[in-house]
Every structure is written in structure tokens, then in C-alpha cells.
């Protein structure tokens, strides 16, 4: 599993590392994050003539899975691959895509100074965060090593892999009922193990056993692999129940810490932590949006490109609305001056302009610009 989840990043890093790739010192719109939100809205942008670029940790979540679900006209394609198309798109219609690793941001007089963790930086007058989350997973020994293949969290991404196989719901907060609920719509055979949680309350055994799903107390302390496969689920007693597949509701945390300094928070969830934004992604902070799994933490591959396209017709829209009233105000300091040259009011320019439309154009001097 480790070797198929380094496979899975060098694939995403080695597409990534293409050094004829720059970064230039200003862009409309940078995007910090790499994955189906960012560049969907990355796409989006370059497409309206905007300047921007991906930052891209090269980190995407779903490495490890073998292939994305749910995603019309992409079922079953792999991540790596997903990702490269992406990338390839994102460049063909002019924007950057630059592996880096963004460390920090400060606000400036019109946008966003933003610095990498190899000390370059770079300016935006807009910030899309589509970073995602972080799993963090119980500690049990062998989880992380089997995390994406026989260890999995989500019956919508993996639901149909793991049908009809003896499926072992791992609690690990308040969600496992209702995640050993909706697996066994896939498999009659669902057990959930309580682990260190406290048991089901007297209304969720109810429904746990009107269904068929057995519940099994006790901490949880290893996997049993055989043939490497994930054969059983071993208690502390020394019990070991015979189990195919582990589903665990990991902790859901924002990749978010870096820009604390701008003043954005995160706010607490049932399934973890993440960066509240209103429909259209824009934060309470000026200036920055969030798309994705970064502030929706339920949204599958498909979602979440499809909030980085809508976060970013949003930014293109208020980058448009600042670039009118910067242009009505230059009009308008521009009348203002005209109309104050000299002493000569709108009036005399008028009546100037009148006598000059009278002369003969054989008389007159150069070109209109002399007039």
C-alpha cells in the first residue's frame, strides 16, 4: 500500500516538477492548492483573461486511491491522471500551474503578498484557498498503511469496491452511526466497533439492529493482514473478528494554519474543522475566497471542482466591479481636470471644439489629435 501511495505522488510531483513552468511577480488570482477545486477554478479564470497561478504543494488527499468515483465521463480514471489533464488545461489557456509550498500571506495596499516555503513570493489581488483537509485518523497500527485501499471513509467513493464484503465500521466520533447505516445499503455484513467511543445510545441500537449491524465493544488495537490483505480487526482482549474492509470516519481538519495572520478562522463541525465562506466561497476575510473539501467537507471530487468554478466567476466578477470604479473614477478626475486647465470650463471647450468643426478641413494642421 505505501509503495502504491508513493507511486501516486511521484506521478502528481513528477508532471508538477516541469522547470519550463514560471512564476511571475504579480498575477490577478492566485490559487493555493492544487486539486480538483483549484484548478477547475484556475481554469475558469485563464479562460476570462485573468492572470493566474496554481501553487501546488503536490499533497492531493485521494494519492493513495486506486481511481476517482462518482465523476461523470472520469469514473474511474486515477487521480495522478485527473490532475495531469487538469494541469494541461489550466496551462493551455495560459495560466501557471508552480509546485510550491505557500507558508504565509499578509495583505498589502491592492491584494495579497504571498510567501513560499522556499522564500520566493508573489503578489495577488486575489487569493482562491482550495487546499482541502488533513485525515486524521485514529491510532491504531496499520490504519495509515492500508488508508485508501481496505482502510477507506467514504461509502460514495468507495461504497461500490467494498459491496458485499464483512465490513468493520471503526467509531471515531459522532458520525460512525450514521456511517455504519449508510454501508449497509452496499453489504448485509456490517459490524461497528465502538473502539474508545462510548456505546450506541439506547435509539441508535434500535436502528443498529433493525438493520442487521451487530455492535462490538472494546478498544480496537491493530489489523490482522494476511496474504497482505486485511483479514480481521484485532481487540485489545485479544479477540480478532473477521473483517474485509475498515471504514473510519477520520477527523476532517482545514489545511488552513498559514493564513492566520490574515485574521481567517476556522470553525468546528461535527466531521472535524473547516473555513466557513458564504455560496459564492468568499470569506469574512477581503479578498479571499475557498472552495473545495478546505470549507466543505463533505464534497466529493465533482463538488468540489465544481465551487472552484463557481468561486471563481465570483472573484472575476469583483475584480470587474473594481476595475469599473477605478475607471469611473479616473473618468471622472479626468473631466474634472480638463474642465479646470487654464480656467476654461466645460462651456469655453465646448464652444472651442464647435469653432474648430467650423474650419475648412483644408486648413487645418496635422492630424485631429491637434485639435
Aim: proline share 5%.
Amino acid at each position: 500500500m505505501a509503495e502504491e501511495q508513493n507511486q501516486g505522488l511521484n506521478a502528481v510531483s513528477g508532471e508538477l516538477n516541469d522547470p519550463s513552468v514560471p512564476l511571475a511577480d504579480s498575477y490577478d488570482v492566485v490559487v493555493v492548492g492544487g486539486g480538483a477545486a483549484g484548478l477547475n477554478g484556475a481554469l475558469m479564470l485563464a479562460r476570462a483573461r485573468r492572470s493566474v497561478a496554481v501553487l501546488d504543494a503536490g499533497q492531493p488527499r485521494n494519492a493513495p486511491a486506486d481511481a476517482v468515483h462518482g465523476l461523470l465521463a472520469r469514473e474511474g480514471m486515477s487521480p495522478a491522471e485527473l490532475l495531469a489533464r487538469g494541469r494541461r488545461e489550466v496551462r493551455h489557456y495560459g495560466g501557471h500551474v508552480v509546485p510550491g509550498e505557500v507558508c504565509a500571506a499578509i495583505r498589502t495596499r491592492d491584494g495579497f503578498e504571498v510567501a513560499l516555503s522556499d522564500s520566493r513570493t508573489v503578489h495577488a489581488r486575489r487569493l482562491l484557498l482550495t487546499t482541502g483537509v488533513v485525515d486524521e485518523l485514529p491510532q491504531v497500527p496499520g490504519l495509515r498503511e492500508r488508508w485508501g485501499r481496505d482502510v477507506v471513509h467514504c461509502p460514495y467513493c468507495h461504497g461500490w469496491e467494498v459491496r458485499d464484503r464483512a465490513i468493520g465500521v471503526l467509531a471515531n466520533g459522532p458520525m460512525a452511526v450514521h456511517q455504519a447505516l449508510l454501508l449497509r445499503q452496499w453489504s448485509a455484513d456490517v459490524t461497528l466497533f465502538s473502539h474508545t467511543m462510548p456505546p450506541p445510545t439506547e435509539e441508535q441500537s434500535e436502528q443498529l439492529a433493525a438493520r442487521g449491524i451487530r455492535v462490538v465493544e472494546g478498544e480496537v488495537t491493530g489489523l490482522r493482514i494476511t496474504e497482505g490483505r486485511l483479514s480481521g480487526i484485532r481487540l485489545a482482549d485479544g479477540a480478532v473478528i473477521d473483517r474485509d474492509t475498515v471504514a473510519v470516519a477520520s477527523r476532517l481538519v482545514a489545511r488552513a494554519g498559514f493564513l492566520a495572520a490574515l485574521g481567517l478562522r476556522t470553525a468546528e463541525h461535527p466531521m472535524g474543522e473547516y473555513v466557513p465562506g458564504d455560496a459564492t466561497g468568499r470569506t469574512e476575510v477581503p479578498g479571499l475566497w475557498v472552495a473545495g473539501n478546505v470549507t466543505d467537507l463533505a464534497a466529493q471530487v465533482g463538488a468540489a471542482a465544481a465551487a472552484g468554478a463557481a468561486a471563481a466567476a465570483q472573484i472575476n466578477a469583483d475584480l470587474i466591479q473594481e476595475e469599473t470604479d477605478r475607471a469611473v473614477a479616473a473618468a471622472r478626475g479626468h473631466t474634472n481636470a480638463d474642465d479646470a486647465v487654464d480656467g476654461v470650463n466645460a462651456k469655453e471647450v465646448a464652444d472651442v471644439v464647435d469653432a474648430a468643426s467650423a474650419v475648412d478641413p483644408a486648413d487645418r494642421v496635422g492630424s485631429a489629435d491637434a485639435v
